[in-house]
């Protein structure tokens, strides 16, 4: 079994310290459009992401099976050299766009990724709010297995994926050099992505490479001021509603869907999703009255 370190467990002092100094850095100086710190919202993104490193821990094992299982079927072998390491990475990435776009357009994984969009408010701190359900996201990442590549290695590319966005959660950070936003995924384009406004949604998906949504029509640049959190907030700092507020909503659904086809659409179609309204049958006509029989005089 290949062993490699846990990334982003070692990372999570840096994390922590770098929420501190940005915290400071907004108490020094904040500019007028900058949303900034807020203890509430803090304290929740810190409890998710908490709770998402317990949660993770479950969701590993029956995924490390499944990848395991279609490792050992498939005839192919990707080895780690210096050369293949960064064909992997990209591999990761591409796969990662998919899910991604994914989780925002099926209802079902939504409610998974939506934890992530909650805070109406984006620093450093709301890369760490993240899911306990995280297990949906396995899926997309079949391709690579059965390419070859090790389970343990597509794994720690996600690790690394992960990493790399911690610090693109920022306001302070204004646009990069071109040939840098050109290519990369930076806090100007995930600014964008986390923006409820009409022209900003499902807009932005890359992990590492903003190329993804330049090659597949999903990417806005940032332009207008950016209004954080969900188009319909949810109002709350209990984690418990934050993890898990969807799925009560489309469980609702279910219960008052007519058929199995409307309960498909809840569950596979989009946020937001409802079938359209049947038109009620036209009321007819009342018929015309027959002429009256003339009576004939004798």
């Not at 357009?105 to 939504?110: A, D, E, M, P």
């Not at 391709?143 to 343990?152: D, F, R």
């Not at 306001?171 to 806090?187: C, G, M, Q, S």
């Not at 490479?209 to 999903?218: A, E, P, S």
Request: hydrophobic share 45%; glycine share 6%.
């Amino acid at each position: 079994m290949k062993d490699f370190p846990d990334i982003i467990a070692w990372s999570i002092p840096a994390f922590l310290l770098l929420v501190v100094l940005e915290r400071v850095s907004y108490l020094l100086h904040r500019d007028d459009d900058e949303v900034g710190y807020g203890a509430a919202d803090t304290a929740t993104s810190l409890a998710m992401g908490l709770g998402s490193v317990f949660t993770d821990l479950l969701w590993k094992i029956p995924i490390a099976a499944a990848y395991a299982l279609l490792y050992a079927v498939t005839p192919l072998r990707v080895a780690e050299l210096w050369w293949t390491w960064p064909l992997i990475v990209l591999a990761q990435d591409f796969c990662y766009y998919w899910s991604h776009r994914g989780h925002h357009v099926i209802r079902i994984l939504w409610a998974t990724h939506v934890v992530h969009h909650s805070s109406q408010r984006f620093n450093l701190s709301t890369a760490l709010r993240q899911p306990w359900t995280s297990v949906t996201g396995w899926v997309f990442y079949i391709p690579m297995i059965l390419l070859g590549v090790h389970p343990a290695v597509v794994a720690f590319a996600g690790s690394v994926n992960l990493l790399y966005q911690f610090w693109i959660h920022t306001e302070r950070i204004d646009k990069l050099p071109r040939w840098y936003e050109a290519v990369f995924n930076t806090p100007s384009h995930h600014r964008v992505h986390h923006a409820s406004q009409g022209g900003y949604l499902d807009r932005n998906f890359g992990g590492i490479l903003i190329v993804w949504d330049r090659l597949f029509g999903t990417f806005a640049p940032e332009r207008e001021r950016c209004v954080y959190g969900l188009t319909k907030n949810i109002e709350t700092h209990n984690p418990l509603r934050v993890a898990f507020h969807e799925y009560v909503s489309i469980a609702r659904d279910l219960r008052t869907a007519a058929g199995w086809r409307h309960r498909a659409g809840v569950l596979l179609r989009s946020p937001g999703w409802q079938p359209e309204a049947v038109p009620a049958p036209a009321t007819p006509a009342p018929a015309a009255s027959a002429p009256a029989t003339p009576v004939t005089t004798r």
